[in-house]
């Protein structure tokens, strides 16, 4: 007999793994408060899952209008120190559309989605088996690291790129960087990482202008303020952490976490929505064999077993994206990477591979 699974959060990771869980023949619930399509605080930026992890999900073609993106520039404060080709290509999609066709998908394959509210405290106390939870950052965080970080993003058409640009403040002693990613029908996704600044005042896209400004980064402030802002799409995330998030070391785990439920990586290496993408496809190789019944694996066999493949699959990009993280966010770090750039000393195509 096939055993269902319930998945809380229909966001990229938990309609990923619906789609796959479906199209294998397993009945799949997933529980969500939102409405598609909606928009959400994310780089929007894809690099280094194979086309393979795509289309074993069942959702490569979704990718269909999506951008290819070839080459990365970085900035710190007005100046460019890095312009180069990426060893792979990158696409960019925004999630207002990428969400909704997911969504479209899973219910073609015959998957449910209950529009509903869920009581995270509750839940995550009672932790019911056979249930996957997939409802994003942590937005309670951990400890002073949960105070630190505001995050921001906004849609903005009318705007010149030639791939991605990454822009690193360098006047302030509160840091952070902002990601220009194209995404379809040649809108920009304009997404930021900022270390929270009492001092920084206004709301909503006035503020983002106002860190920028607060950044010193006055060029790109001026390039977003003579592009058109998509209405509605701005957004903004806080009081979260990075690295892994405490669910994956409860003591009596009964959930399976997948994508930023279980991890949250610095935007800069692209890699959130590949971790939301390959950790939905790993949860769904541990889970396929249990319900379909072909194993005498328990509930808590599976969770184990799921988490030594995430572990061992994200380990190295998380430890290499600790190292480099600080360097965005203090003058010394800045001062290194200038100075490594003009030199023609960053080891890009490593330190590429090495977060892949």
């Known amino acids: 007999m096939k055993r269902p699974i319930t998945i809380i959060g229909g966001g990229l990771s938990g309609l990923a793994l619906g789609c796959y869980l479906q199209k294998n023949g397993i009945t799949v619930t997933i529980i969500e408060p939102g409405k598609y399509p909606r928009h959400k605080v994310c780089g929007e930026f894809i690099c280094g899952v194979k086309t393979e ?48 066709e997911l969504q479209k998908r899973f219910r073609s394959l015959g998957g449910n989605i209950q529009q509903q509210r869920v009581d995270k405290p509750t839940y995550l106390r009672d932790q ?94 001026q390039r977003l303020n003579t592009a058109e802002i998509v209405t509605g799409s701005f957004s903004a995330v806080a009081g979260f952490s990075l690295g892994h998030q405490s669910i ?41 064999p249990y319900c379909n019944g072909n194993t005498t694996n328990d509930w808590d066999k599976v969770l184990k077993s799921y988490l030594h493949a995430l572990n061992k699959k994200f380990r190295r990009r998380l430890f290499i994206a600790r190292i480099i993280h600080p360097f965005f966010f203090n003058k010394t770090g800045q001062w290194l990477l200038s100075t490594l750039a003009k030199l023609k000393l960053i080891p890009f195509r490593t330190l590429f591979r090495l977060l892949r």
């Open 248 to 288: 994956l070391v409860a003591s009596e785990q009964r959930l399976l976490p997948i994508g930023d439920a279980a991890i949250v990586i610095p935007p800069f290496t692209g890699n959130g929505m590949s971790i939301a993408l390959e950790s939905s496809l790993l949860a769904g190789h541990a889970l396929l």
């Open 53 to 100: 992890t795509l289309e074993e999900l069942g959702i490569l073609d979704l990718f269909k209008n999506a951008q290819s993106v070839n080459n990365i520039q970085w900035h710190i404060a007005d100046k460019k120190i890095f312009d180069k080709t990426l060893p792979l290509p990158g696409i960019g999609i925004s999630r207002f559309l990428l969400d909704d």
């Open 128 to 221: 019911p088996k056979e249930h996957v939870w997939a409802c994003g950052k942590e937005k309670q965080g951990k400890g002073n690291d949960s105070l630190r970080w505001l995050g921001m993003k906004l849609h903005v058409s009318g705007l010149e790129l030639h791939g991605l640009e990454m822009h690193t403040g360098g006047s302030s002693v509160k840091g952070g960087y902002i990601g220009l990613s194209p995404i379809e029908d040649g809108k920009v996704n304009v997404c930021a990482l900022f270390e929270v600044n009492k001092s920084v005042t206004g709301k909503g896209q006035e503020k983002l202008q106002n860190y920028l400004i607060a950044l010193g980064l006055n060029t790109l402030a």
